[in-house]
C-alpha cells in the first residue's frame, strides 16, 4: 500500500467512524420497510391507508385557500426566475399568513401544522414557485425550527420559536467546500473560551440556503476531540448562531441553473462569539442534530416534486389533446399516449407514497426514517424522469422559455424553468446515492449487529466466534422460514391488486434472502459493491411504493365505489415496477458490474483520454 493509499483508507476509517456514531442505532417503534428487508411485509402498519381526519383537512384546506389566491395574484415565478429576487411583498404576505410558522407549535406562535398538512402547503407553493418552496422549506424542515423543536432546550424554545413563527427565517450550515456528502471533514472550529461561557466560531460554510437572508443559522462546527478508546475521535457540534452577530458575514451569493429565486451561498464566521447556552442537544452531538432533522425534515422534498409533477400533468394533457399532428391529437399517438399515462401512474404513486409517510409521521407509532429516505429519493428522480417525458410532449415550445413563449403569443408553459428548478433534488438534503447508502446500511443493519465482527478485520476471534454462533442461531430458523410457502394474511383488496399485493410479500422474502447471500458472497467487501446494494434498495423502494399504492388505491375505490380509475393507476404502476424488480433480482449479482469497474479505471487513471479528443 503506497503512502496515499494509506492516507485516503486511514480518512474514509475516519468518515466512516463520524457517520457510525451519529447513526441513530435504536429502532423504538416498528418501519414497514425495515421489516420489508427482513421478508415481513406488516400490513397492520399501512392497512387501511391512513385517512386525513376531517378537522385536520379543513385546517390545511383553508390555509391552502389562502396561499393559492395569494400566490396567483402577488408571485410571478417567471419574474423571480429572472430577477434572482423573491419580491419582499411575497415574504410580508407569507410571514402574514403564517407560512414562517407552519410546524412551529402553536403554543409557541405558529400554526402548529400536522406534517401532512405542512406537505400539502409545500407541494402548492412548490406548483407556483419552487424557489419560494425551497425558501421556505429551507427554513422550517431543515434550519432552526425542527432541530429546535426536537433537540431545544425550553429556554432555547422559548426564546426562538416565536420570533420564527412571526417570520425571522432560518437556515441550516453544514457543507463546506471539502464536507460535501461526507460531514466527517468539518473544518469549521468552536473553541471554548477560558472561563467556559462562549464558544469561538471560525469558518466558512458554502451553499446555505437563506443565508443572507436569515435571522437564525444551525451551524455544525468541531469541538475539541474527545479520546476513545486510545484513538483520537472528531466532535461535530451545532449551534444557534444569529447572523446579527459581530463576525459573521455574506461572503459571496452562488447562482445556479434552477431555483434561482433562493438566496444562496457562503457564510464566512471570524471570531464570532457564541454563547454556551446556544448548543443544540449537547456536545459531539451535532451530526446526530443533522441527521435526525433530515430525517423527517426530507419528507418536504417528495413534496415539492409532486407540487412540479402535477404542474406537468396539468400542461401535458391540455397539450396533448390540443395539439394535433398526422391527422390526430398528439395524444392519440401510443408514443405519447404511453408517456402520459406513465406520468399519471408515477403521481398516484409519489402522492401515494409521501402521504403514506406523513401519515405515519402524524400518528408517531412507526419509524419513518426508511420511509423518508425512500420517498425522498424515489420521488426525486421520478419527477425528473416525468420532466423530461412532459420536455418530450411538449416537444420544442417545452425547451422555450416561458417568456419567449408568451413573447410571440403562446402559452407559458413553464417546463423548461421546472426542468431547471427540479433537478437538484436528487443531489441536495441527501443525494441519491447517500440516500441508496443510508437505505443498504439500515437493512443490512439487523445482520450486521448479530454477525458484525465477522465482518470486522479489526475483531479477535472470541469475538468472531461469539458472532458466528449468534448467526447461526438466528438463521437456523429464520433462513428456512424465507423459504417457505406464504401463510401471511391477505389484507382486502380488488383483484389485481391482490396479484400485486402478493408479488410484494414473495418478493419481500426474496430480497431478505438475497441480502444475506450478498453478505455471504462478498462479506466486509460488500460495501464496495455499490450495484449489488443499489439494486437491492431499488427493491425494496420500489416494494414499499406498490404496497402503499395498493393501499390507497383499495381505500379510494372502497370508497368512492364509481370511479375505478386508482385501481387503474395502481395496476399500471404495479405492472412496470413488477418488470423492473424482477429484471434487478435476476441481474442481481451482475456481471457487467465488474466490466463497468474496469471501464472507469481506464477512465479515471487517464487511458481513455482519445475518447476527450477534438475539443475546442
Ligand atoms: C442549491 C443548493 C442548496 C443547498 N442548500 C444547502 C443548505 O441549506 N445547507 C447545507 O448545509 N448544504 C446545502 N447544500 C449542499 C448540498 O446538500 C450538497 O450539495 C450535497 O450534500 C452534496 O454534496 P456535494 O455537492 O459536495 O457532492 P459530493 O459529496 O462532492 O459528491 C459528488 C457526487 O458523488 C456522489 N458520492 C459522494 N460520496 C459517495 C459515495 N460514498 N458513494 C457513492 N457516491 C458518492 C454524490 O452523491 C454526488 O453525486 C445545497 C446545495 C445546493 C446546490
Redesign the pocket.
Known sequence: MTTADSVQSSEKMDAVDVVESARETEWVHPSFVAELFLGRVRSDLIFPFPEQGVEDRDIGDALMAKVAQFLKTHLDPEEVDRTRELPQTVIEGLRTLGCFGMKIAEDYEGLGLTQTNYNRVMALIASHCMSTAVWLS?HQS?GVPQPLKMFGTPEQKRKYLPKLAKGAIS?????ESGV???PAKVTTTAVLSEDGSTYLLNGEKL???NHAVADFIVVVAQTVPKIVAGREKKQLTAFIVERAWPGVEVAYRCD?MG?RG?Q?GILRFTNVRVPKENILWEEGRGLKVALMTLNTGRLTLPASCLGAARRCMEICRRWANERVQWGAPIGQHEAIAVRLARMAANIFAMESMTTLACALVDRGETDIRLEAAMAKMFCSETTWELVNDAMQIKGGRGYETAQSLAGRGESPDPIERIMRDVR?NT???G????MR?FIAREALDPHLTLGGALFDPHADRQAKWQAARRMLKFYAWWYPRQWMPLTTAMPSLPKPLRTHYRFVQRASRRLARTLVHAMGRYGPALERR?MVLWRLVDIGTALFAMAGTCSRAARMVREQRTDRTPLLLADLFCREQRRMITAAFRHAFSRTDATARAVSRHVLEGRLRWLEDDLV
Not at 443525494?431 to 447517500?434: C, D, L, P, Q
Open positions: 429551507a431543515i437556515a441550516f450550515a453544514l457543507t460535501g456528502s461526507d451553499w446555505c440556503t445556479f431555483i433562493i444562496n437538484i443531489i441536495f438534503e443525494s441519491s446515492e447517500i447508502l455499490q
